[in-house]
T-cell receptor, first 112, second 116 residues
Framework: SQQGEEDPQALSIQEGENATMNCSYK?????LQWYRQNSGRGLVHLIL?????REKHSGRLRVTLDTSKKSSSLLITASRAADTASYFC????????????FGSGTRLQVQP | NAGVTQTPKFQVLKTGQSMTLQCAQD?????MSWYRQDPGMGLRLIHY???????DQGEVPNGYNVSRSTTEDFPLRLLSAAPSQTSVYFC???????????????FGNGTRLTVT
């Protein structure tokens, strides 16, 4: 099973609303990253939060990390139609393979 | 900079055929990797490399080979294509080698492969 699991699988909101996506993981991590994928394109890095950080901001993005609950959330404020995409969390575990493990993603649809 | 370039964009193979998916990056990144993306399953790591001459297996390596003779290139070879290898393949790189997980991954735009 996946190390990271996003929730919900799909989300539809109106322009201007906030969108919240959650990611849960199973084992201790070094960091957690969020990526965006537009249809037919490669993934684009959004933000990285380290295991000793609790919150990070980047523009309209806010990411939180709760290592005690093994979960993270991505908040997009004042969403735009251009935010329509799939969003993935990726984790690097403390032990094991030296690579990022991706979840299955949340598909966000922002209605104009 | 072109970033990460993958060729071809689309490919159709018959079962049993072999082919090489090309990946090149012009950012002097030490770390390169290959993922496959299937509907509902996210991205799964096939192989990765932390530097020229060093490769390692990922989560789903069977049926694929890689080599890393230069920093810039990381080709993925399908030895004998099977319908189960129908997928979208992404190459990604990052700036650090052993500490690559602390750096963002830069992705190519993918190769969509169909095996009939």
């Amino acid at each position: 099973s996946q190390q990271g699991e996003e929730d919900p699988q799909a989300l539809s909101i109106q322009e201007g609303e906030n969108a919240t996506m959650n990611c849960s993981y199973k084992t201790s991590i070094n960091n957690l990253q969020w990526y965006r994928q537009n249809s037919g394109r490669g993934l684009v890095h959004l933000i990285l939060i380290r295991s000793n950080e609790r919150e990070k901001h980047s523009g309209r993005l806010r990411v939180t990390l709760d290592t005690s609950k093994k979960s993270s959330s991505l908040l997009i404020t004042a969403s735009r139609a251009a935010d329509t995409a799939s969003y993935f969390c990726a984790t690097h575990v403390v032990t094991g393979r030296r690579a990022l493990t991706f979840g299955s993603g949340t598909r966000l649809q922002v209605q104009p | 900079n072109a970033g990460v370039t993958q060729t071809p964009k689309f490919q159709v193979l018959k079962t049993g055929q072999s082919m090489t998916l090309q990946c090149a990056q012009d950012m002097n990144h030490e770390y390169m990797s290959w993922y496959r993306q299937d509907p509902g399953m996210g991205l799964r790591l096939i192989h990765y490399s932390v530097g020229a001459g060093i490769t390692d297996q990922g989560e789903v390596p069977n049926g694929y080979n890689v080599s890393r003779s230069t920093t810039e290139d990381f080709p993925l070879r399908l030895l004998s294509a099977a319908p189960s290898q129908t997928s979208v393949y992404f190459c990604a790189s990052s700036s650090t080698g052993a500490q690559h997980y602390n750096s963002p991954l830069h992705f190519g735009n993918g190769t969509r492969l169909t095996v009939t």
